[in-house]
């Protein structure tokens, strides 16, 4: 059986999401929405239209997952309990702090109109989540710490371009070596925030502007970067987009712990994650919980469900068999 | 409500389950039960009776699981299916190769008792087996990885002690440190058996013993030291005992893949874990799939389960809302 797919949005995680059901052959992509002019939009995918969103309801009973690529701060929130009216929905909603509230909304839509939909999914949340999950509950004694990067914050590359005189910016979030050292040596040390993590920002400034004051802007901004080692490159445009025009993530998940009846031995999990392209990863992601959250729905399992509610077998394209006798 | 195990047999694995349960405050050990004369057998649980295995019927309808400590090569063959007739068990049965047999026989018995049990927890079969699959769902196009060790292998310890002149003796599988670097470069490196692992055996001769007899004998023994690097110390019986009691393990996996429309970017998913004891480990995943088996259970989910069908809330004893709100 197909899973037919629709996805909401072009942007970039929404063209990771087009690439990735490109390599899962049970899924296809049937329809792409937009809120902008659907002609200005070209998908890669062959015999793929795109449609205005306001045209989306006649999609009703078509799709299998309606993928929402929108962001967390005011998109999300209002579009995945709306569209769970009518369609099983996924999102990569990732603002932790507001995750208890967005559930709730998406599954009251849900459970009134018979949908599945998932929403956090994705790295972080997502495949960190279900990292950390396992490792408490396999460690109830021990430490956890997330690590991020190397990598680009969207939000910190944001603030800097905000600044007066920065003509455009991008921010890398660092792992301190030392620090993932200390953690892996078992030894589970207590680290604030600036031990951490190091930022490293490239900025392309205006011509005439104030390179002091940027820099000091950026170093003391409150929350952004005050708590941190900040190190400001001022670079040319060409520079700018020759080396950093990339989308590449990643980082570590580590519990430590300690079992037995004195707790004297130490256990040391680790995960960590390379990735070249945040979008195309996160989408990949997406697409496998595609394929559950629509299983989920033909046997009648209604309501909104997290990354932790998904049996990991419901992920594969696999046979129970096959998976058993070839991953197991 | 609070889950109650019986733990059949009292080795290793079943003091390393002992442990776990003292740190699951939701658990309780009611019973264990032994091939021994019970009253040979003390636990370290305060109150806790040590039972003939022939007396376990008496336990009927008393456990919510039985967590079974027996060898994958002759005893959960038989007893995972002939106990799975009156209670939900978990076993780690870890034969890779005779899988698919054993969950045939134990889901038979399961589902004509309305019982529930879980076959092959522990690491590997286990912890890594979900990473193996998870990682295959999202990166569909890309290469698996298992690297083992630092860690003692009891079957290769068994080979060394049957070679004559041989007094006691240990085998340590170590990852290369080269292959590891290749796998993580994202290279997508063809490895084969001896590249990926070496053998450290450490021997306790007998008095007059022909050491080169013996060294040779490890080394050119087929399917377990022939294919690989394997080099022989030959050592006193007090530097064994101090130095080489231990049952640490540990080991990697990763996957590597690409994605995008051209394929062109990279990803690689690594999991490690470095564990002082493996019994003990092993015991703590066994006791968090005891918490899900019991769950599913009660929900009248019967039949036998691997970890592949257990979704990862199951696990915790948090509630869904704390799960979502800290850990997602």
Same mark, same amino acid.
């Given at each position: 059986?197909?899973?037919?797919?629709?996805?909401?949005?072009?942007?970039?995680?929404?063209?990771?999401?087009?690439?990735?059901?490109?390599?899962?052959?049970?899924?296809?992509?049937?329809?792409?929405?937009?809120?902008?002019?659907?002609?200005?939009?070209?998908?890669?995918?062959?015999?793929? @239209?795109?449609?205005?969103?306001? +045209?989306?309801?006649?999609?009703?009973?078509?799709?299998?997952?309606?993928?929402?690529?929108?962001?967390?701060?005011?998109?999300?929130?209002?579009?995945?309990?709306?569209?769970?009216?009518?369609?099983?929905?996924?999102?990569?909603?990732?603002?932790?702090?507001?995750?208890?509230?967005?559930?709730?909304?998406?599954?009251?839509?849900?459970?009134?109109?018979?949908?599945?939909?998932?929403? +956090?999914?994705?790295?972080?949340?997502?495949?960190?989540?279900?990292?950390?999950?396992?490792?408490?509950?396999?460690?109830?004694?021990?430490?956890?710490?997330?690590?991020?990067?190397?990598?680009?914050?969207?939000?910190?590359?944001?603030?800097?371009?905000?600044?007066?005189?920065?003509? @455009?910016?991008?921010?890398?979030?660092?792992?301190?070596?030392?620090?993932?050292?200390?953690?892996?040596?078992?030894?589970?040390?207590?680290?604030?925030?600036?031990?951490?993590?190091?930022?490293?920002?490239?900025?392309?400034?205006?011509?005439?502007?104030?390179?002091?004051?940027?820099?000091?802007?950026?170093?003391?901004?409150? @929350?952004?970067?005050?708590?941190?080692?900040?190190?400001?490159?001022?670079?040319?445009?060409?520079?700018?987009?020759?080396?950093?025009?990339?989308?590449?993530?990643?980082?570590?998940?580590?519990?430590?712990?300690?079992?037995?009846?004195?707790?004297?031995?130490?256990?040391?999990?680790?995960?960590?994650?390379?990735?070249?392209?945040?979008?195309?990863?996160?989408?990949?992601?997406?697409?496998?919980?595609?394929?559950?959250?629509?299983?989920?729905?033909?046997?009648?399992?209604?309501?909104?469900?997290?990354?932790?509610?998904?049996?990991?077998?419901?992920?594969?394209?696999?046979?129970?068999?096959?998976?058993?006798?070839?991953?197991?």
């Amino acid at each position: 059986m197909t899973i037919k797919i629709g996805i909401l949005g072009y942007g970039n995680l929404a063209k990771g999401v087009e690439a990735a059901i490109r390599q899962n052959p049970d899924t296809k992509l049937c329809a792409v929405f937009t809120r902008r002019d659907p002609a200005s939009v070209k998908t890669k995918t062959e015999g793929v @239209n795109v449609y205005s969103v306001d +045209s989306i309801m006649d999609f009703k009973g078509k799709l299998d997952v309606l993928i929402i690529c929108g962001g967390s701060a005011t998109d999300l929130p209002e579009m995945t309990p709306l569209y769970s009216k009518t369609f099983n929905c996924i999102d990569s909603f990732d603002t932790h702090a507001n995750i208890p509230k967005h559930y709730e909304a998406v599954d009251e839509s849900c459970k009134a109109n018979n949908t599945t939909s998932l929403i +956090s999914a994705g790295w972080d949340p997502g495949m960190f989540s279900i990292q950390r999950l396992y490792a408490n509950c396999i460690l109830p004694d021990g430490k956890d710490y997330t690590f991020w990067g190397k990598g680009v914050s969207q939000g910190h590359s944001d603030a800097i371009r905000r600044i007066p005189g920065v003509k @455009n910016g991008k921010q890398y979030t660092i792992p301190v070596e030392s620090a993932l050292e200390a953690v892996r040596s078992g030894k589970g040390p207590d680290l604030t925030t600036r031990q951490k993590h190091t930022r490293v920002c490239y900025v392309v400034p205006e011509e005439d502007a104030d390179l002091a004051y940027i820099e000091n802007a950026i170093k003391t901004m409150p @929350n952004y970067f005050a708590d941190y080692d900040t190190t400001v490159h001022f670079i040319t445009e060409e520079i700018f987009n020759r080396d950093h025009a990339g989308m590449n993530h990643g980082g570590f998940v580590f519990r430590t712990g300690v079992t037995g009846f004195d707790k004297d031995n130490r256990h040391i999990i680790e995960y960590s994650l390379k990735l070249d392209s945040n979008p195309e990863f996160t989408g990949s992601v997406l697409v496998a919980y595609a394929r559950a959250i629509s299983r989920l729905n033909a046997k009648g399992e209604y309501g909104c469900k997290t990354v932790f509610d998904i049996a990991p077998a419901l992920l594969s394209p696999l046979s129970d068999y096959d998976m058993r006798a070839h991953l197991l």
